[in-house]
């Protein structure tokens, strides 16, 4: 079955491709429609005057006599190509005359890489260049040894009829170079001759461009086929299958981008959500958006460059998805102190945590401002002899120890919380959220961990894992994703924890009783007794501390004191001990003999179960079943 040609709605996206194209292209219009003049003021003296000259690259799908790309001789010898406007940042591009095997190479006769060059937005520039050698005249491609590389299989959704080529370092990487377009033996077997000019041999299959180059799976790029020294001297032919082409893949939009796609819409959407609704907690959503905000956000610039087009002509685009690195842990901080704390902090006290995240800004603006072509071949021939490569990996090393001491410090201030819940709530808090998301970023911390252990691996035993690397780069993303999942999910079932009021930090509750007022304890002990058993206000489940602090006009730390002191019991158990009464009452009574004591429970005040078992037995040393059958049998 031809999967390609199936209708389905992840095909349907592949339509909106175009859009995130134009938008970027709007923004980077200054970039496009570069008027550019070529200027060749030297070639081989032995060229002949006869000889008509070409530009043909990217721009021209590699045609090597395009009459638009046509030198004109001037009468000082040098060739000139006026007024050529390109609709790209960047172009590839060699000189020949007029055909590959007369294509430029270098002075000994070796391939010619192919040249590149990134236009800076002005309104004209000159590129002036020599030409070393013509490949014709120097004929090193006839005397070197050569290597028969046979094709036999390539992907069922291979377009009809088409031609297909090898590039490599044999032809400085060019992809429609008709010198070694493979010819068919018998039906699906195609074969090529190739020169080999180095000790390894380096190359890839495409359909004529670098846009129908093989590829693996969803679209993703593929290592470069590599050859040693050892398969080369045995001089049999090399048999290779393709198993995927990238534009025949999902391209931009597959199961892997649908999910940060589909992600990063919940995000924005529940940004909306939880700042609709008029709630106690505003201070923590605040910093809870900004959260959501920044990881959509990278998510959408992780999918955007996630294309081979988009990612050709604005490869600086990936540098966004990195600024996650020292921002996130920071936000997250401010969100768990104002959830968790009455924390009124703004984002500019935190200003010393956002240090490393500046600084990360100001290394990658310099990094920005290399030439398009140049970027994109640092990213691609990765190394650590290269500075902008050795600086991220430092970066990334870095960012790694950042987020392990925020995740650290964050699940500190977690388990502290809970410790402590029970001075300040009646009842289990909706807050176990937190847990969840703390193990989600946990797994990433661990994926992160391991995909730097193996870039390190990979560095210095020359062992190319470039696919295990990926894949584990594509888990960490997708874990991460999950984030915004959890809290669309919990938004849904739990809509109360975006509306959850802030409490004051809880004072140490050691209190020394001899310095307390006997006469004002006893005072206050009845003043607060009378007001839970006439008011009946632990029937309420959402009960805290600051809300019976006010009812009783005094404040938090002083009830605490009085709850402490005068009962021996903190806040939970002091209100629980009321609850657990009127549940005994009840549950006695006829009125209540047709409910269960889940439902007497709740109705009392408890908001879980588990939490009202864990109260009984607490106040009665027995579950309620043990009890009421002591009370039975006596």
């Known amino acids: ?41 030297y070639v081989p003296k032995y060229t002949k005057t006869t000889d008509t000259l070409y530009l043909t690259g990217s721009f021209n799908n590699w045609n090597p006599k395009d009459s638009n790309y046509r030198f004109t001789k001037r009468s000082d010898g040098t060739y000139e190509l006026k ?6 940042s960047w172009i590839s591009f060699k000189i020949t005359r007029g055909s590959w095997p007369t294509v430029e190479v270098e002075s000994d006769g070796t391939p010619l890489t192919v040249r590149k060059f990134s236009f800076n937005g002005t309104t004209e520039e000159t590129i002036v260049l020599q030409v070393a050698g013509w490949s014709d005249k120097l004929n090193l491609r006839e005397k070197q040894k050569k290597v028969s590389i046979i094709l ?12 297909f080529y090898i590039c490599g370092n044999f032809n400085g990487w060019v992809p429609g170079d008709e010198r070694y377009k493979m ?76 999910i940060l796609i ?12 939880i700042n609709s609704n008029s709630n106690n907690n505003k201070s ?22 996630y294309d081979r087009v988009i990612y050709t002509e604005y490869p600086k685009l990936s540098l966004l998805t ?26 500019l006290t935190y200003w010393p945590h956002f240090v490393p995240f500046i600084l990360q800004v100001v290394i990658y603006v310099g990094i920005s401002l290399n030439p398009t072509h140049t970027f994109i071949e640092q990213n691609l021939f990765q190394s650590l002899e290269s500075p902008p490569y050795a600086t991220y990996e430092i970066i990334v090393l870095l960012a790694l120890v950042f987020n392990i001491f925020y995740w650290f410090n964050i699940k500190k201030k977690i388990k502290q919380y809970f410790e402590n819940i029970e001075l300040n709530y009646s009842t289990d808090q909706n807050i176990k959220y937190l847990n969840v998301i703390m193990m989600v970023l946990g797994i990433c911390l661990f994926f992160w961990t391991i995909i730097v252990l193996t870039d390190i691996y990979s560095t210095y035993s020359e062992v190319p894992i470039n696919y295990t690397t990926n894949l584990l780069i594509d888990i960490v993303w997708v874990v991460f994703s999950i984030v915004v999942y959890l809290l669309g999910y919990f938004a849904i079932k739990q809509p109360e924890i975006f509306r959850m009021a802030v409490i004051e930090e809880e004072p140490k509750l050691e209190v020394d009783r001899a310095k307390t007022n006997t006469e004002d304890l006893k005072e206050q002990k009845n003043a607060l007794h009378e007001l839970m058993t006439q008011e009946q206000i632990y029937l309420n489940p959402e009960l805290s501390l600051p809300e019976l602090a006010a009812k009783m006009n005094t404040s938090v730390h002083s009830l605490s004191k009085t709850i402490n002191a005068g009962y021996s019991k903190n806040f939970r158990d002091f209100v629980n001990h009321y609850r657990v009464k009127d549940f005994i009452e009840r549950a006695q009574d006829e009125k209540y003999m047709n409910q269960t004591y889940l439902a007497i429970a709740l109705a009392v005040g408890f908001n879980s ?26």
Request: aromatic share 16%; proline share 5%.
């Open 262 to 273: 589909l992600t990063a819409l919940q995000g924005f959407f529940l940004i909306f959500i």
């Open 1 to 41: 079955m031809d999967f390609s040609r199936m209708h389905s709605p992840i095909s349907c996206f592949g339509n909106y491709r175009m859009f995130f194209v134009l938008a970027i292209a709007f923004l980077n219009a200054y970039s496009l429609f570069s008027q550019t003049n070529f200027v060749l003021d």
């Open 322 to 347: 990195d600024l996650v690195f020292f921002l996130y842990g920071p936000v997250f901080l401010i969100y768990i102190e104002r959830l968790l704390q009455r924390s009124s902090r703004s984002f």
């Open 183 to 258: 010819k068919q033996l018998v039906s699906g077997i195609f074969q090529a001759e190739i020169p080999v000019f180095s000790e390894s041999l380096e190359y890839k299959f495409t359909r004529g461009n670098w846009l129908t180059v093989e590829g693996k799976s969803y679209g993703r790029p593929r290592p470069n086929r590599i050859l040693g020294e050892k398969e080369i001297a045995l001089n049999k032919p090399i048999k290779n299958t393709i198993d995927y082409w990238e534009d025949q893949s999902y391209g931009i939009f597959n199961p892997y981008t649908l």
């Open 284 to 305: 923590a959503n605040q910093a809870l958006s900004v959260l959501i905000f920044i990881i959509s956000t990278t998510l959408i610039a992780r999918v955007v460059i």
């Open 83 to 88: 007024n050529k406007l390109f609709d790209a």
């Open 152 to 163: 036999t299989e390539v992907p069922r959704n291979t377009p009809p009829n088409s031609s």
């Open 609 to 634: 179960k588990s939490s009202f078992n864990r109260s009984f037995k607490k106040v009665t040393n027995k579950s309620p079943r043990e009890y009421f059958s002591d009370i039975q049998k006596s």
